[in-house]
């Protein structure tokens, strides 16, 4: 029996697994066995329940060769991969003479391997001259990569997991930490439990398993973030419990930021979030009397408009009262996707380029282009489309060919019926992942099977900056080709056969950390080799370093990646929600994960205990808004906004604020009939992240008829059973 360490393909918790098992010449993974890796410092052994059950889905449902199709109303047909390729490739070619590459455009994901995205930046931002290569961290992590950019000049969360035991005061803000990421919540809540002078205030709308567990829940209003963690700021000033010396020597822009926050007096702050002046006074007076606090915050901060100004305001608390570069202190954001951080490292933005530069930075752009041998001004200067500019630019007939590989845009893009016509428009794509069928694969022309974790070798960074390598452990499925290998051979063919001379992943990633010297996010010290001999490895790890002597936490000199060195107070209004309800719309919806499944389901809804322990999609109401729309716990509602309709089984709880419903984003069309969550949100983008508002809209409910009930069940009924047909 062999014994792998690697990783979990999930959440950005990075947890180490062990998978126990044999590898044999037909690939029947029936007696393999997960389990956690007491060795791997993040997880420390804990797994949840999608990590214990991952081998369950690896053999099920696979795409096993390349398929193409000249029409979407047309079958998919088999084909061989040189075929596919050469059409590939020609495509590409034509679209180049008649758009110019920036009528090509790449969308990835955050579970790419930190060598897929970095080849395909290699490819798109430097071969082809075009920087539209976004990924779906655009619609989880961007706001917290801008924040920390705006506020600290770099990205890169400052603290680490075992500031989770040696804090004080945890606020969690925008976060249900014990269902998204479990093992952190199950670290944090042994050091809660077992000291009793630690205090947890959890900043959520709904009662969830995370604010049960709290000290203090604050139900605030949806939208009203800003004016909380401003009215905090007020409290902590007209008490005098800044830090005076850190501002003065370490920071700048204090004094517009103490002129901003008179503006947010604890009795206005009380009505616009809709707690007591009690609530918000205990909260500081936590905040005050903490020696060490550690904020954490996930999507319910990021995705909105103001995601950006969120992730400023929280981390303007930690620079008020000097909480960060010390333990058990510092602004986390909570990482939602296995290797989100890793894309950013490798520039797997529309704005970015490897090694945390930017593409409007001219010696970025420079420094690139000598070290991948190309002529000068070589990578454009514009940043490329983000998420939604895709859709926009299909729209416009101003995209000649879309590449997707291992995301579900048919599922998680906002004003889903607005993306599908715009994929429906799309002349040429190209759908690479593991598994059909997906929603997306309907809306290809060319589908690519590729490997998943399992299959291939590469590196995953986690969310306190640990890079863990995955080892691969068995025979690719099928035909299937690791990403990588896709983005490299395609280079090739185009006739960049030199700057993709790639053997394997580890001459990838070899090649990568070189560009990372010197820079915030350093890993010049990191190899497959050192990943294999020592295990995981955090950075900043420059190739000059000793394990033994880096530090856990970054800016523990107070020395931040400015022109001066100093962090920036963020000065921002709260502005509220983009959609606000009205007569016609009179409730807040509001989405967001399960404990069980992950995302659109591509993994989980294959595997038959989490599907009996989350059997179908639902909507949350509060018992009074129950009442009121004459709701019973045997109903099912109708949901609109401006934009679409969703229909859900009622569940009555006054674990939700009343004004507010709360439904889960991961049923698909696959999965569930007219239970799309994305139906009915709205695209409205944060102007520096450029990320969607998917955590709120404005919507009207309507209680369905006992034959329409029935009508919806019998279509459940129906879809069951036929995913593989």
């Given at each position: ?101 920036d009528g090509l455009c790449m969308y990835g994901s955050g579970q790419f391997q930190t ?136 920071t700048n822009g204090f004094e517009e930021f103490a002129t901003l926050v008179k503006d ?224 490299a051979e395609v280079g090739r063919r185009l006739g960049f056969g030199d700057k993709f ?225």
């Amino acid at each position: 029996m062999d014994t792998v360490k690697t990783l979990c393909p999930y959440c950005g918790v990075g947890c180490g697994l062990e998978v126990v098992g044999q590898n044999n010449s037909n690939n029947d993974l029936s007696g393999w066995k997960v389990r956690g890796d007491r060795s791997h410092p993040s997880s420390q052994g804990m797994v949840c329940v999608k990590g214990a059950t991952i081998i369950e889905s690896v053999d099920v449902d696979r795409l096993m060769q390349p398929m193409v199709r000249d029409r979407l109303d047309q079958p998919f047909q088999p084909t061989s991969w040189d075929a596919a390729l050469d059409l590939i490739v020609a495509k590409i070619q034509q679209v180049r003479r008649n758009l110019g590459s920036d009528g090509l455009c790449m969308y990835g994901s955050g579970q790419f391997q930190t060598e897929d995205y970095y080849t395909a930046q290699k490819l798109f931002k430097g071969c082809l001259g075009t920087n539209n290569f976004d990924a779906n961290s655009r619609l989880c992590m961007s706001s917290a990569v801008s924040g920390y950019v705006q506020s600290f000049g770099a990205d890169g969360p400052p603290c680490c997991y075992d500031d989770l035991e040696q804090t004080e005061c945890a606020f969690l803000i925008g976060t249900n930490t014990a269902e998204c990421h479990p093992i952190v919540f199950n670290r944090l809540r042994k050091h809660h439990k077992s000291n009793s002078q630690v205090k947890m205030i959890v900043v959520d709308p709904r009662r969830t398993p995370t604010a049960e567990a709290a000290d203090l829940h604050l139900a605030i209003q949806p939208g009203s973030d800003i004016a909380l963690l401003n009215g905090i700021a007020h409290l902590l000033l007209q008490w005098g419990k800044q830090d005076q010396a850190f501002i003065a020597q370490h920071t700048n822009g204090f004094e517009e930021f103490a002129t901003l926050v008179k503006d947010y007096p604890p009795e206005r702050v009380a009505q616009i979030c809709g707690i007591t002046v009690e609530d918000l006074e205990t909260t500081a007076r936590y905040w005050s009397e903490s020696a060490s606090v550690l904020s954490m915050w996930s999507m319910g901060i990021n995705q909105s408009t103001q995601g950006t100004a969120k992730v400023q305001a929280i981390i303007n608390l930690h620079l008020l009262t000097a909480q960060i570069g010390k333990p058990g202190a510092g602004p986390f954001s909570l990482t939602g996707q296995p290797n989100a951080m890793g894309g950013r490292e490798a520039g797997g933005l529309a704005h970015l380029l490897p090694g945390y530069r930017s593409v409007t930075n001219p010696q970025h752009r420079a420094d690139l282009e000598w070290f991948w041998r190309l002529p000068v001004g070589q990578i454009s200067d514009r940043p490329g489309r983000s998420a939604w500019d895709i859709v926009r630019g299909l729209e416009n007939n101003e995209i000649g060919l879309l590449w997707i590989a291992a995301t579900n845009p048919a599922v998680s893009f906002p004003d889903l019926e607005r993306t599908k016509a715009a994929l429906r428009r799309s002349p040429f794509t190209i759908y690479q992942d593991a598994y059909y069928p997906i929603e997306t694969s309907a809306y290809a022309h060319v589908l690519l099977p590729a490997t998943q974790w399992s299959e291939k070798t590469g590196t995953m960074t986690n969310s306190e900056r640990f890079v863990s390598l995955c080892p691969a452990f068995h025979q690719p499925i099928g035909e299937s080709r690791d990403d990588w290998a896709i983005f490299a051979e395609v280079g090739r063919r185009l006739g960049f056969g030199d700057k993709f001379r790639f053997a394997n992943s580890a001459q990838v990633y070899a090649e990568f950390v070189k560009i990372t010297r010197d820079r915030p996010c350093d890993q010049s010290g990191i190899s497959h080799a050192l990943l294999t001999e020592a295990g995981p490895t955090q950075w900043p790890h420059p190739a000059s370093s000793q394990r033994s002597n880096q530090p856990k936490r970054l800016y523990q000199d107070y020395r931040f990646n400015t022109a001066d060195g100093r962090a920036k107070f963020g000065i921002n209004h709260n502005n509220g929600l983009s959609e606000a309800t009205d007569d016609a719309y009179p409730f807040v919806l509001t989405v967001g994960r399960l404990y069980g499944h992950w995302h659109t389901q591509t993994r989980t809804g294959r595997i038959k205990k989490i599907q009996q322990m989350h059997p179908q999609p639902f909507i949350e109401i509060h018992p009074r808004d129950a009442e009121e729309i004459a709701a019973t716990a045997e109903s099912w509602l109708e949901v609109k906004s401006r934009r679409g309709m969703a229909r859900f089984p009622v569940k009555i709880t006054k674990a939700i604020a009343p004004g507010v419903v709360f439904v889960p984003m991961h049923w698909g069309a696959l999965w569930a009939e007219d239970a799309e969550a994305n139906s009915l949100t709205h695209p409205d983008l944060d102007p520096i992240s450029l990320q969607p508002e998917l955590k709120a809209c404005a919507v009207r409910l309507r209680v369905l008829s006992n034959l329409e009930v029935s009508a919806q069940t019998d279509r459940k009924t129906e879809m069951s059973g036929t995913l593989t047909q």
